[in-house]
């Protein structure tokens, strides 16, 4: 059996539209990428990626190889699930059956948001409960209140909801850290804190860890170097020091999710699977979910975002649970009408904005989009996480004062304080 074929389908999907325009603001991508793999023996197989194709260098490197020659591969993990969803159909079983012995039947999945002002978190997360969803992982920035949003979801979310705050280390250090966790130690539905401050800072990481009961995630469970290396990796030395409670297996390759997975489970620590994608990689996450001891925190790909998932039978969740495709391979089914559809969607074309840090006493900071001010507020250039602070984005209304300060923005890497 050997790869003839890769069918590229490049196509816009977009969010649903309640939360479009702040991902589009959030520098999410609506372009989806979806990859048919041929054999000889007429096997078709199924990957996926947001955003463009990958090189073809890249989709050459399958060609002519067997799907088996990627078992516990290093290929880009977008392309290998195709190869274990042809390895499945081959022989008539599920994916997970190349990947090692099934935990579980149902996956702990989560809800994914960026972040929004406390009301319109509130809102999301109430949408996330009807749809099945117990567990979200939200992102923290400095130009919300992180306390406002915290306590907006205690008030909406069931007894058995949770919250994992994503900081990207905008906690910046323990100085700024420490007193915002102590806030959040407040609100039971708290329950994981990724990232609070900058990785390379492992004494920091420490000294907050000791004084904060809320679990620390770290992002990335890399634990295997390649080649003859005597240094184990940073993830490694976390685990074994208990510098954190639980990890990111964020797009990491097939052989590194499955290699973590149970050093993780030898050190009885909890992994997060994260794979971003339509119903396409929510399968092939599932599918690692089964096997893989210790993921049970609740994992993430944002599939419910997308107002299509791209496959005809949508995931069964009930209680924040998503049951494995049950089929050979990937046990998914393409929605070929979707897949025609959205090939000829045309790219949205978004209107000009500016993003507008507001704080309590009426002060404004004017800034050239939120990615600028989540940048400059780690760097100390304006200040992060005031109580009551919060981001808004001016469209533009066609104003010679909206264009004015447009332009000025765009010639400077910094922000205009009170135009």
């Given at each position: ?413 910094l922000p205009v304080w009170e135009y």
């Amino acid at each position: 059996m050997k790869i003839t074929n890769i069918e590229v389908i490049p196509l816009i999907v977009p969010y649903e539209q309640r939360i479009r325009k702040r991902y589009y603001h959030f520098a999410m991508t609506e372009m989806v990428t979806v990859y048919k793999f041929h054999t000889d023996n007429g096997l078709i197989g199924i990957g996926e990626n947001p955003g463009l194709p990958f090189e073809q260098d890249i989709l050459d490197s399958y060609i002519g190889t067997n799907p088996f020659d990627h078992v516990m591969g290093n290929g880009r993990f977008n392309l290998d699930m195709a190869c274990y969803d042809m390895m499945g159909k081959h022989l008539g079983i599920p994916s997970w059956k190349m990947m090692g012995q099934q935990i579980r039947d149902w996956v702990a999945m989560g809800w994914w948001m960026p972040c929004m002002s406390p009301e319109n978190t509130a809102e999301e997360v109430q949408v996330a409960v009807d749809k099945g969803f117990r567990g979200l992982k939200c992102k923290a920035r400095a130009f919300f209140d992180v306390i406002e949003q915290a306590e907006a979801i205690q008030k909406v979310a069931p007894s058995d909801f949770r919250v994992e705050f994503d900081f990207n280390g905008s906690l910046i250090n323990v100085e700024k850290a420490l007193p915002i966790l102590r806030e959040l130690e407040k609100f039971p539905v708290v329950k994981g804190i990724e990232e609070p401050i900058f990785a390379y800072d492992v004494e920091g990481w420490r000294r907050l860890h000791k004084e904060i009961q809320i679990p620390f995630y770290l992002h990335g469970v890399g634990v295997i170097r390649e080649g003859a290396s005597r240094q184990p990796s940073g993830p490694w030395l976390g685990l074994r020091a208990g510098d954190f409670d639980g990890a990111l297996c964020s797009h990491e390759t097939v052989k590194s999710a499955i290699a973590s997975g149970w050093t993780f489970a030898a050190a009885n620590t909890p992994i997060l699977l994260q794979y971003v994608g339509t119903g396409i990689t929510t399968a092939f996450a599932c599918h690692l979910g089964a096997v893989i001891p210790t993921a049970t925190l609740p994992g993430v790909t944002a599939s419910h975002a997308y107002e299509d998932d791209l496959i005809v039978t949508p995931h069964k969740i009930q209680r924040g649970f998503m049951q494995v495709p049950h089929g050979v391979g990937l046990g998914i089914e393409l929605d070929e009408d979707a897949l025609e559809r959205y090939k000829h969607t045309p790219e949205p074309i978004w209107n000009r904005h500016i993003s507008i840090v507001s704080f309590p006493d009426g002060t404004k900071h004017y800034y050239r989009n939120l990615q600028q001010a989540e940048r400059l507020m780690k760097q100390g250039v304006d200040e992060s996480y005031v109580p009551g602070v919060r981001l808004d984005e001016w469209e533009d209304d066609g104003s010679a004062e909206f264009d004015d300060l447009y332009k000025q923005l765009e010639s400077t890497d910094l922000p205009v304080w009170e135009y």
